[in-house]
C-alpha cells in the first residue's frame, strides 16, 4: 500500500478490496482524531498501560495524506465523498474501504516508561501485526474519542515527507467511535498520602488521596491526627508526590463535597514553573498514569 505513494496524497492505482466503509463515519473519526494531533493508546492485551504517540497521516484506500487541509467531506451529491486536494486538484473518494491511522514506530519507545510499566509490555514491542489498540484522543470538550483499530503492518516509508521513517499502520473500524464519560469510566482508587493548603494560609495539612478522576478528587482525613479544615469558597491547592517516579504535581481546586472525613474537590489549575495554567487533558491523564503505577491504585 505505502510503498507505492510519493508526494502529499499520490497513490498506487490498485484498488483496495473489502466491505465498503459509511463516509460520515470515517469523515466523524477524523474530526476527533486529526493529524498532528497526539493520542493516548492503549493495546486490548494491556489495557492498564497507555502510552503517547502522535498521528503523522491517514491511509485511504491506496492514499496517504499529510495535511488536514487537503481533505474534507462532500455531502453535495447524492452520495457523500472525501475529497482529497491531490497536486492542487481535488479528487473524490466516494467508497472508502479501508481506512488508517499512521503513527510514527518509535521503537524503543517503552525504555521511557519505567520499570514496573515496561515489564507488563511485551517482549518484542508493544505494537504486533493483529494487535487490536484502543486509541483515545486527548483533545475533547465533552467526553473522551475513543476507538477500535488494529494493527496492520509496520513498514519504512519508501518516499514521501517521512521517507525513510518506520511507521506503525492501524486500520481504523470507524463504527467504534464513542465518547467515553471522563468521571464515570475513568475513576480510580488509590491510597496515597498528599498534602493540602489553603490559599489565605501557609499551614500544610496531610490527608490522603483515595479517588481520582480527570477533574476531580476525594481527600480522606480519617486519621484521628487529619483535621479537615474550613474549605467553602476557598482556593485549595493540592501537593502529590510521586516520589519513585521522581514527579510532583501541585493542583489549584475548589471544594464541591464535604463529609465528616472527606472531600471531594474539583481540578482547575495545575502549576508550572511559576504560574497556574488550567488544568488541561494531558497533565490530567499524566497524573493518572503515575497513579497507575502504584501498587495500591485500582
Avoid at 457523500?80 to 467508497?95: G, S, V, Y
Avoid at 494493527?151 to 521513517?165: E, F, M
Avoid at 463529609?259 to 511559576?274: C, N, P, S, W, Y
Wanted: proline share 4%.
Amino acid at each position: 500500500m505505502f510503498g507505492y505513494i510519493t508526494g502529499k496524497s499520490k497513490t498506487d492505482t490498485r484498488e483496495e478490496s473489502g466491505p465498503l466503509l459509511a463516509v460520515e463515519q470515517v469523515a466523524a473519526v477524523m474530526e476527533h482524531f486529526q493529524i498532528g494531533g497526539k493520542i493516548r493508546y492503549a493495546p486490548d492485551y494491556r489495557p492498564e498501560v497507555t502510552m503517547d504517540s502522535l498521528i503523522i497521516a491517514y491511509g485511504i484506500n491506496n492514499h496517504l495524506v499529510y495535511a488536514q487541509r487537503d481533505i474534507c467531506l462532500d455531502t453535495s451529491g447524492k452520495q457523500a465523498a472525501l475529497l482529497i486536494d491531490e497536486d492542487w486538484k481535488e479528487r473524490a473518494i466516494p467508497d472508502i474501504r479501508r481506512f488508517c491511522i499512521i503513527l510514527p514506530d518509535i521503537g524503543n519507545l517503552e525504555n521511557v516508561l519505567d520499570y514496573d510499566t515496561r515489564v507488563r509490555v511485551r517482549n518484542g514491542g508493544q505494537l504486533q501485526r493483529g494487535d487490536r489498540i484502543t486509541l483515545m484522543s486527548l483533545y475533547a470538550n465533552h467526553g473522551l474519542p475513543h476507538i477500535d483499530t488494529m494493527v496492520r503492518k509496520r513498514v519504512t516509508l519508501r518516499d514521501g515527507y517521512y521517507a525513510n521513517h518506520s511507521v506503525i499502520v492501524l486500520e481504523v473500524e470507524p463504527q467504534t467511535l464513542r465518547m467515553v464519560d471522563q468521571r464515570q469510566h475513568y475513576r480510580i482508587r488509590t491510597h496515597l498520602p498528599v498534602t493540602i493548603r489553603l490559599a489565605d494560609e501557609n499551614k500544610a495539612r496531610r490527608c490522603v488521596l483515595v479517588d481520582y478522576s480527570e477533574n476531580s478528587l476525594r481527600l480522606s482525613f480519617d486519621d484521628p491526627d487529619m483535621e479537615i479544615p474550613p474549605v467553602a469558597r476557598q482556593r485549595i491547592y493540592v501537593n502529590i508526590d510521586f516520589d519513585d517516579l521522581g514527579k510532583s504535581f501541585t493542583l489549584q481546586a475548589k471544594a464541591i463535597r464535604k463529609g465528616e472525613d472527606f472531600i471531594v474537590l474539583r481540578l482547575t489549575h495545575i502549576k508550572q514553573g511559576d504560574e497556574y495554567v488550567e488544568l488541561g487533558l494531558l497533565e490530567a491523564l499524566d497524573i493518572k498514569a503515575s497513579l497507575l503505577q502504584l501498587p495500591n491504585t485500582r
